[in-house]
Nanobody
Framework: QIQVTESGGELVQAGGSLRLSCAAS?????????MAWYRQAPGKERELVAK???????TYADSVQGRFIISRDNPNKKVFLQMSSLKTEDSAMYYC????????????????WGSGTLVIVSA
C-alpha cells in the first residue's frame, strides 16, 4: 500500500507562480513509478495535467504546455509541479497519482491517488 500526499496549493494571483509537491510513502521502489498530476475544477471532469515516467519522459496537457514543469526527486520520493504564468482557469483541486508497474502474468499496474491540494488563482 502506497500513501500519496500532495501539498503546496494556495491562493495566488493571476500571472504568479506556485510549486506543488507530492510525496509517496513508503515508496521503496519509487524510482520505478510513473507519476502524474491531474486537476479537477468544480463541475468539470478530472483531467491530466502532466506526467513523468521512470525514464524522465514528460507529457503535458496542451493548456499548460510551456507554463508548467513536472519533475521528480527519486531519493526523496517526491514529484513536483512548477506552475508559472498562472491563469484563473488553472484554479482546481490538484491530485497526484502514482502508478506502480505490475508483474507480467501476475497483476497489472497499481494506481494510488492522493486527496488533493487546492489551487485558487485570482484575477
Amino acid at each position: 500500500q502506497i500513501q500519496v500526499t500532495e501539498s503546496g496549493g494556495e491562493l495566488v494571483q493571476a500571472g504568479g507562480s506556485l510549486r506543488l509537491s507530492c510525496a509517496a510513502s513508503p515508496g521503496v521502489t519509487f524510482r520505478t513509478y510513473a507519476m502524474a498530476w491531474y486537476r479537477q475544477a468544480p463541475g468539470k471532469e478530472r483531467e491530466l495535467v502532466a506526467k513523468i515516467t521512470k525514464d524522465l519522459e514528460t507529457t503535458y496537457a496542451d493548456s499548460v504546455q510551456g507554463r508548467f514543469i513536472i519533475s521528480r526527486d527519486n531519493p526523496n520520493k517526491k514529484v513536483f509541479l512548477q506552475m508559472s504564468s498562472l491563469k484563473t482557469e488553472d484554479s482546481a483541486m490538484y491530485y497526484c497519482k502514482a502508478t506502480i508497474p505490475g508483474v507480467p502474468q501476475m497483476y497489472g499496474d497499481l494506481e494510488y491517488w492522493g486527496s488533493g491540494t487546492l489551487v485558487i488563482v485570482s484575477a
